[in-house]
């Protein structure tokens, strides 16, 4: 068994002028066929991969030798520590979260039973607010808790502050060896952490030990290889989510696009954006411990694809370069929002349903729940002897019948089960259509140019050194204006 994807609720035959017709496809086509050979050409192409970080499409295929020092690693601190503190945000933290959720018990840190021996998990570094962090450093013993430090680029502010402050409170606890319990997870060669890993390792090396980050790897597109670490220490089986994340790879790198479940994908979500002005992409999936899987998507999708000019390929001696085409605007791309089922069917639903017909909701369906719960067989009338899952079936259902009749497209990704193997081609599956959804857009799916603007702000205002000074003309130059006849 593996995942399907049922788009039937995005065609015409169901929702009529707002769904996809034939002719949306067969005009497409030709494009998008082009579109697969050169996103495959890149993908086969090692160099090619990396240079235009492609990467994350090959990492089922890493060292295996490598695999299992991970795993051996990540049972080693688990067994060791009471926690296991992460730092790092962005597609440093979101990919973490929605594996523990997934795929750890729920309440796994409350009980010791679920967590089998294992640590419990925190994860931290990912906000600016005060409250949350201090919060664990006044409660966690020190002594007892193994600080995991994760940001690519070594630079980022969250990650790094909060690490600053962990390391004070580790180090005052512990003393000058407190460095044996951080590992840092970085880019191999470049940025302050990666500096400092070097440092601290020439003085002592069980000091700051490190795992590399791969090249060609972005963030949002690393939870195969960043989030290697996580998924070990918490026990999660690792070899089966690379044997789901190899299967999904194998269908989705069929060239023809009609038969391949991500392009498919991107392409009924391109032409809806296009076409019937679908600008909103919900996913909702029918299930509380995917939800966080829903938050990874919006990165993904938000980073990816939410650009402000197209990309231009340029080829030099055989070699290909992407470079922003600033003459070309795009200032699209569609709008992700997570929401999850059946909580939200008392919340966004009713927007869904009857509000502007602007979206496209994605919706997953598992068939399968780890356990299961019965209504006992005399009570609530009708519910009496449902079980849980057949009831989360059903509204499932209900919510498709009820979008589709009032003509509102959607479609269903159906999940066998929440396990390893699932969760691994699920991300694989949305990694792969957010790529091809970048190709038929035109845009380049694995920079975030548009993140700089906030950090440069805030770099300003804090005095970093080294700020370009055209940068730090054109803030002097656009001051936010805050006239208080606006303010009430
Ligand atoms: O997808 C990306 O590359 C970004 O969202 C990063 O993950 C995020 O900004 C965090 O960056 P870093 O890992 O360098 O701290």
Request: with cysteine; proline share 5%; glycine share 6%.
């Amino acid at each position: 068994m593996s995942l399907k994807f049922d788009f039937n609720n995005m065609i015409s035959l169901n929702v009529g002028e707002h769904g996809v017709k034939q002719e949306d496809i067969d005009e497409i086509l030709p494009f998008a066929h082009t579109a697969a050979t050169h996103l495959k050409k890149i993908i086969s192409d090692p160099g090619a991969r990396v240079k235009l970080s492609l990467e994350w499409a090959k990492l089922h295929q890493q060292d295996k030798k490598q695999i299992d020092d991970i795993i051996k690693l990540g049972r080693q601190i688990s067994l060791k520590y009471e926690n296991v503190l992460f730092l790092g945000i962005g597609g440093s933290y979101l990919g973490l979260k929605a594996a523990q959720d997934a795929l750890c018990p729920p309440y796994y840190n409350e009980f010791k039973t679920l967590r089998k021996k294992s640590a419990r998990i925190y994860l931290e570094g990912n906000n600016l607010d005060p409250d949350t962090l201090q919060v664990l450093l006044k409660n966690l013993n020190p002594k007892k808790t193994f600080v995991v430090v994760i940001s690519k680029s070594g630079e980022t502010t969250e990650t790094k502050v909060a690490f600053i402050l962990v390391e004070q409170w580790l180090k005052k606890a512990i003393g000058k060896d407190f460095g044996r319990q951080v590992l840092a997870i970085t880019d191999p060669e470049s940025g302050s952490l990666r500096k400092r890993v070097n440092e601290e390792q020439k003085k002592d090396p069980l000091s700051f030990r490190s795992l590399p980050l791969l090249k060609g790897v972005g963030g949002r597109y690393s939870e195969f290889n960043m989030g290697l670490l996580h998924l070990a220490i918490t026990g999660i089986n690792i070899k089966e989510l690379f044997e789901g994340v190899k299967d999904m790879a194998s269908a989705c790198s069929q060239d023809n696009v009609l038969k391949n479940p991500a392009y498919m994908y991107a392409l009924l979500q391109v032409i809806l954006y296009r076409k019937k002005a679908k600008s909103l992409s919900i996913l909702m999936p029918f299930s509380q411990t995917l939800k966080s899987t829903a938050d990874w998507y919006v990165q993904l999708l938000a980073e990816s694809l939410g650009k402000k000019y197209h990309r231009k390929i340029e080829n030099h001696d055989g070699l290909e370069s992407w470079v922003t085409d600033k003459d070309n605007l795009f200032n699209r791309g569609p709008t992700p929002i997570a929401a999850s089922g059946t909580n939200d069917l008392h919340s966004i639903q009713q927007n869904n349903v009857e509000g502007e017909n602007n979206k496209v909701i994605t919706f997953i369906r598992v068939q399968e729940f780890k356990t299961e719960l019965k209504v006992p067989a005399k009570e609530a009338a009708f519910l009496a002897g449902k079980s849980f899952s057949q009831l989360m079936q059903i509204a499932q259902e209900a919510t498709e019948w009820a979008l589709t009749s009032e003509k509102r497209p959607n479609c269903t990704i159906i999940m066998p089960q929440v396990n390893a193997y699932y969760w691994g081609a699920l991300l694989f599956f949305f990694e792969m259509a957010t790529a091809f959804e970048g190709e038929l857009f035109n845009v380049n799916a694995f920079d975030q140019p548009g993140v700089e603007g906030y950090k440069n702000y805030m770099y300003y205002k804090l005095g970093k050194p080294g700020i370009p000074p055209a940068v730090a003309e054109e803030i002097k130059k656009k001051p936010l204006i805050k006239d208080p006849k606006y303010i009430l």
